[in-house]
């Protein structure tokens, strides 16, 4: 299966992030993806105060009408998701398949926190943290959703892992800081350790109202470790590749790992 992914410096202003959105996810499709994911934060870098909605909503109606229309996949990034007036929001990804229909939805359990100097955040300042795990399906594919900071936990990983996953999505808006040193390594790393593809959507570039540019460098990463196609650090672009589950079962029979 083909698959999209899509780097994006989104902002804060949901209908110039829509309008980039669906020209990149219609550019995926001209090049033959059957599945397309999206970013972090995809459709508002903001206050997520300010965007925040429910599941469904407007945003995921969006999204179920292209997967209808375009007949794919939609791997939804991370939006704020609303659930009370009282609680603060979530920080949430979903499926769509191409019927229009939300399959899978997963709360970001991990929440960013880092004391650098020039990128001090602490997300749970503006979200609530997410406490249950998500298996999804993508078409036949098992897919095991974690968010950005997730990618660090690998317990998280484990459990995923365990319960079937094939491949994990990593939408992310990672700081600059952090990613050069620390991206490509993490994802190859946890492509290695749990013989999966790794499917890592990226924000780039200065972050409005955050005192921090996000790394970008996309990719798509095979169960050896590999890197099948890469975003640059900066720009919006969309990568492709293809996975294969043949060569899935070949790299997990190659090197067994029956208690991973």
Not at 205 to 234: C, T, V
Request: aromatic fraction near 10%; charge should be positive; charged fraction near 25%.
């Amino acid at each position: 299966m083909k698959i999209g992914v899509i780097q994006i410096n989104s902002i804060n202003d949901l209908e110039v992030n829509k309008e980039k959105i669906n020209f990149l996810i219609r550019s995926a499709v001209l090049d033959g993806a059957k599945a397309v994911f999206l970013p972090e934060v995809a459709f508002f870098r903001g206050a997520s105060s300010n965007i925040a909605e429910a599941i469904p909503g407007h945003i995921s109606g969006f999204l179920s009408c292209l997967a209808k229309e375009l007949n794919i996949w939609i791997h939804s990034g991370s939006i704020a998701e609303k659930v009370s007036r009282a609680q603060k929001p979530f920080n949430t990804s979903f499926v769509v398949n191409p019927a229009g229909k939300i399959t899978a939805k997963y709360r970001k359990i991990h929440l960013f926190e880092t004391l650098l100097k020039k990128d001090s955040i602490c997300e749970s300042n503006f979200y609530a943290a997410g406490n249950k795990i998500t298996l999804a399906e993508i078409k036949d594919w098992r897919v095991g959703m974690t968010i950005c900071f997730d990618l660090r936990f690998s317990s998280l990983w484990t459990k995923l892992r365990q319960k079937g996953a094939e491949l994990f999505t990593v939408p992310a808006n990672f700081t600059y800081r952090t990613g050069k040193d620390h991206w490509e390594i993490l994802l190859r790393s946890r492509a290695i350790e749990f013989q999966s593809y790794v499917v890592a959507s990226a924000q780039w570039g200065e972050h409005i109202g955050k005192n921090f540019s996000a790394y970008g460098r996309s990719m798509i990463i095979d169960p050896w470790g590999q890197i099948l196609a890469e975003a640059p650090i900066e720009g919006d672009c969309v990568i492709l590749a293809d996975i294969d589950k043949r060569y899935l079962n070949e790299v997990r029979e190659t090197i067994p790992m029956k208690n991973a």
